[in-house]
């Protein structure tokens, strides 16, 4: 691992305890410049570990609430006229950051999520007639609350697809909990250092790109991608059905990309197939649509992934 991933690590550790998947998650995020989607219930930490990595990082912050009375406007910005000049002038919304927490974004409307989608598919903002670029690095950070919740939607599989990982976040450990507990009753105040900077950033990013995978994995990734999409070709009859829609050909280079930032993480210059069954379930679990049938009878897209784990012959 890189000794500067290393102190990154160290900087969020400070803050949070435990959620060590989450804080990779972020990472690769961050090296891949890939949007991640956090699932999980409120008071597991998600808006904290993104608020302290960004202060490691020395990256602009910013965090949106979503609420059903959002306007596309509270994200990207809007037009104000200006009566002195006579003129409108333009106010950038928060969406110009290098980090964005999209805070229960399944509880904003369609208007909003399709702002939203332009600023994290084309890295850039229309206000009025004129388009802005932001700045990289630019990530999306947002946190859903799970759908059987009061209030919250389904997200359009369009938005769900532009999202490099989904990562479910569980609760803690008993021990964790007890760690949690007493740092809160000390209440110190913890002081966050920079470790890096954007220029630093920019060479680890080149470093996980020279990260080597081998022809045949890449066979590999596109088999378990098509093993969502024709499940009969590789022996699974018995999940056809469950499947609406298998994962599209984002997932296919989300999870060559993933794999080879986790590899970078565990201080590994080549993929193996054990990285990239790593990240087949955070790259796929919400871009195969399951179907009614599969719904009705509970099986959930994590069941799926793991069949096809099982089903497809690694090289």
Known sequence: MSRVVEKIKDEVKKVIVGQDEMIDALL????????????????????????????????????????????????????????????????????????LLADEINRAPAKVQSALLEAMQERQVTIGEESFKIERPFLTLATQNPIEQEGAYQLPEAQLDRFMLKIVVGYNTKD???????????????????????????????????????????????????ATREPKEYGLEDIESYIHYGASPRASIYLHDASKAYAYLRGKDYVTPVDIAKMAKEVLRHRVILSYEAEAEGVVSDEIISKVLEAVDIP
């Not at 954007?198 to 995978?213: A, F, P």
């Open 176 to 226: 964790e909990e007890v760690e949690i507990i007493n740092r809160v009753s000390n209440a110190q105040e913890i002081e966050i250092n920079r470790v890096a900077s954007k220029e630093k950033l920019e060479k680890m990013k080149e470093e996980v790109k020279k990260v080597h995978i081998d022809e045949e994995l890449k066979r590999y990734i596109v088999d378990l991608i098509f």
């Open 28 to 99: 690769i995020g961050l090296l891949c410049e890939g949007h991640i989607l956090l699932e999980g219930v409120p008071g597991l930490a998600k808006t904290t570990t993104v608020n302290v990595l960004a202060k490691s990082l020395g990256l602009d912050f910013k965090r949106v609430q979503f609420t059903p009375d959002l306007l596309p406007s509270d994200i990207i910005g809007t037009q104000i006229y200006d009566p002195k000049s006579g003129e409108f002038r333009v106010k950038k919304g928060p969406v110009f950051t290098n980090l």
